[in-house]
């Protein structure tokens, strides 16, 4: 049953009163338009218009995203104030990611909320779309057990535009350990793909294959990075020249092979990937460790994150799908935090399209 607002409901043990806080949360960093409504951490709704546009070109068109998001965003924000239940006026905030993303794409999401804010006198929380991923585990939903990780523990955040171990002492304080040097792990697969003519976005098509491959037919290179940091271009680089050479001896060596290709150069990301994962849970003693980011989809990662978990003593924390790749659930649960802790956004503020910015 959903808690009402406003009005006394058992937290935990204790019956406690408070009035409830609704935040609607906008997401549009990328390709996919997306809206939520929370109520004290509850989902009410969410939801998502992904774009269809980018498929014929293999990779996201900076501006036929900006162009997609104009015409979802009315629509997506009002049926998820709909299905919620809500009417607009109960909204106690609205949160939107400022970035990184695509500077065209959150700018739409950006001036819809500033125009929402004026038109609904509520107040702003920005959102850096990380934190977002970061926080994803802590979205409650009505008869679910809403299992969440304990402070401090580690986040491995993988998704198109990054790789990262994050450190997260409390919802608002985290500290990045280590972090991709050049590309991200998300783009590794969908290269993998492209080179491979499999078509976009590549990690879920790659994650597919890679189930009916041989994982250990073909190895590729593994990189040799200090500390914590991670690096991704190198095994791209292996694998280009390793179908270059083999499809010059047998024209047909990719189409026979690619589901063991696709095997071997995935257990090769997620080898990296966790390798260093075990250095920084051996490094900090955390044990708590959740997982997020597009690529935290991925079965390969999942499977074998689980099983290091069960190894190691960890508790592990896996989102649900719908939590992984681009949503404004995980918009609406950080602007909660956020917006508890104090924090508003004026109308000034502008989208900025890399982390460093923020
Ligand atoms: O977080 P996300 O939706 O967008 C950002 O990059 O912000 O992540 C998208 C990335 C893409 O690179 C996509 O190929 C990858 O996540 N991805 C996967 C899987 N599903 C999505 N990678 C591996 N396995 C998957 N199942």
């Not at 806080?21 to 997306?34: F, K, N, P, V, Y």
């Not at 509850?42 to 070109?57: K, M, P, T």
Request: aromatic share 8%.
């Amino acid at each position: 049953m959903q808690p009402r607002r406003g009005i006394k409901h058992a937290l935990s043990k204790k019956t406690v009163s408070y009035m409830s806080e609704i935040i609607l949360g906008i997401e549009s960093s990328c390709d996919d338009t997306s809206a939520a409504v929370i109520r004290d951490g509850y989902l009410l709704s969410n939801v998502l218009a992904s774009q269809e546009v980018h498929r014929a070109y293999g990779g996201v068109i900076p501006e036929l995203a900006s162009r997609a998001h104009q015409l979802n965003i009315v629509p997506v924000v009002s049926e998820a104030i709909t299905r919620a239940g809500i009417s607009p006026s109960e909204i106690d905030a609205i949160a939107f990611t400022r970035g990184p993303g695509l500077l065209g794409s959150l700018l739409v999401g950006t001036s819809f909320a500033k125009g929402l804010s004026l038109a609904l006198d509520k107040p702003l929380v920005e959102v850096n779309h990380l934190q977002g991923h970061i926080l994803a585990n802590f979205i409650r939903q009505y008869d679910k057990d809403n299992l969440q990780p304990e402070f401090p523990y580690l986040c491995l955040l993988v998704s198109g535009g990054n790789s990262q171990i994050v450190r997260v002492d409390s919802p608002l304080e985290y500290e990045i350990l280590g972090q991709t040097i050049d590309d991200a792990v998300g783009e590794a697969f969908d290269k993998c793909s492209k080179m491979m003519g499999l078509g976009y976005p590549g990690g879920p098509i790659v994650d597919r294959l890679a189930r009916e491959g041989d994982p250990l037919k073909f190895r590729f290179s593994k990189p040799h990075v200090p500390g914590l940091d991670y690096s991704f271009s190198g095994v791209k680089t292996s694998l280009l020249y390793f179908v270059r050479d083999r499809m010059a001896e047998d024209p047909d060596f990719m189409e026979k092979n690619k589901a063991d290709i696709c095997a071997g150069f995935q257990k090769t990301l997620i080898d990296i990937l966790m390798d260093k994962l075990i250095k920084a849970a051996r490094q900090t003693g955390i044990r708590q460790i959740t997982i997020g980011g597009g690529v935290s989809a991925n079965s390969g990662l999942r499977a074998r994150i689980e099983e290091e978990g069960r190894k190691r003593g960890w508790t592990t924390f896996l989102p649900e799908f719908k939590f992984t790749t681009d949503n404004a659930a995980m918009i609406a649960i950080a602007g909660w935090f956020h917006y508890r802790n104090g924090k508003r956004t004026g109308l000034e503020v502008a989208p900025v399209s890399r982390l460093a910015e923020f």
